[in-house]
């Protein structure tokens, strides 16, 4: 019978038995599938497992403080900050093709994680040995979608699948690839930790990059912070985060339309609003939000953030719409 203590069990064995004493790096996204893999390798080879936390710069408001603060906190883990986002950028600047972006994404997390396992075999002194292994919290629906399951088509590239490199040099260590969130979340409990990290409604490794319909720039990922940040404040402060799945907020780069603000007439952006509801994201419903939540949300973007004028709700289940846009 499936139980999470015995998914902790069989998969802390496996990992002994296959990184042995050898080293692994683990990418920690702030998100719930990454930190439970990181756990459940860290309980299988302690301090031979260095979390790497890639600051793309396409993180949302505050990730990285929530990823310092309630990760290591509760686990005590090694981690390593890499502040890439002059990297990323770099690599996205003049690319809107979606699939373009995720590939680019996924490649650039490779390059940053190949040049921090060495600097942290440097630190550790020498005769250490290289890291070979890189820890991902792959979920079985991350396969299927990005072509991996049998008799599937590619929809999208997860960043840590379709999206990888073909130079890969690291093993992968994917503890959850058979699991879907729900069973990742007891996992995540059955291994002690808290409940701001198990039940944090998910968010994709490539992060806001695929949230702007239209080129990545510094500006644009700016302006969909603030956005995205009032419309997670205004659905927390309604006590409905755990209704939900998730609220991808998009930027429609591309896209403007005439309205009216203050003393005359504007021509911005809008943003879309994807709130939705779902079992394992391989399907979803758009979520019946409160008229009232929802007013708050569009009044308040539209009066804070700078050349955004019109605010949008999706709605559209999965299929025919897939949960991000891109
Ligand atoms: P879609 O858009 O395919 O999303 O309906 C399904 C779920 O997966 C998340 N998602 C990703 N997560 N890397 C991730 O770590 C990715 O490249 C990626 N793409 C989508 C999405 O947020 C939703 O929960």
Redesign the pocket.
């Known amino acids: 019978t499936w139980t999470a203590a015995n998914v902790v069990e069989e998969q802390v064995a496996a990992i002994r038995a296959r990184i042995g004493t050898k080293r692994a790096i683990c990418g920690l996204?702030g998100?719930v599938d990454s930190a439970v893999a990181a756990a459940l390798v860290q309980k299988a080879i302690g301090d031979r497992l260095t979390c790497v936390y890639v600051d793309h710069g396409l993180m949302r408001k505050g990730e990285s403080e929530q990823v310092e603060k309630d990760f290591v906190a509760s686990t005590g883990v090694r981690l390593k900050v890499v502040d890439a986002e002059k990297r990323f950028l770099d690599a996205l600047a003049g690319v809107s093709d979606p699939e373009e972006k995720?590939k680019i994404i996924g490649r650039e997390f490779i390059r940053v994680f190949e040049q921090a396992a060495s600097e942290i075999v440097a630190e550790a002194g020498q005769g250490d040995d290289a890291v070979e292994f890189l820890v991902q919290g792959t979920l079985y629906?991350?396969v299927v979608?990005s072509g991996g399951g049998t008799g599937t088509a590619n929809?999208?590239s997860?960043?840590?699948v379709g999206?990888l490199p073909e130079d890969l040099t690291f093993q992968l260590v994917e503890p959850l690839r058979k699991l879907f969130k729900d069973e990742v979340r007891m996992v995540g409990q059955e291994l002690g930790l808290p409940d701001e990290i198990v039940h944090r409604q998910?968010?994709?490794?490539?992060g806001l990059g695929i949230r702007i319909v239209g080129e990545v720039t510094k500006e644009r990922l700016d302006l969909l912070r603030e956005a995205d940040a009032i419309a997670r404040e205004e659905l927390t402060a309604a006590g409905l985060d755990r209704d939900i799945w998730?609220c991808p907020v998009v930027l429609l780069a591309d896209v403007r339309s005439v309205g009216v603000q203050g003393d005359g007439r504007t021509y911005g952006h809008p943003i879309v609003l994807r709130p939705v509801s779902s079992e394992d994201?391989m399907t979803a419903d758009w979520s019946r939000l409160p008229y009232d939540v929802l007013a708050r949300i569009s009044t308040r973007i539209t009066n804070e953030v700078p050349d955004v004028n019109r605010v949008v709700l999706d709605v559209t289940s999965?299929p025919p719409g897939?949960?991000?846009w891109e």
């Open positions: 996204s998100g995720r629906p991350d979608e929809i999208k997860h960043h840590n999206g998910p968010f994709p490794g490539p998730q994201a999965k897939t949960i991000e």
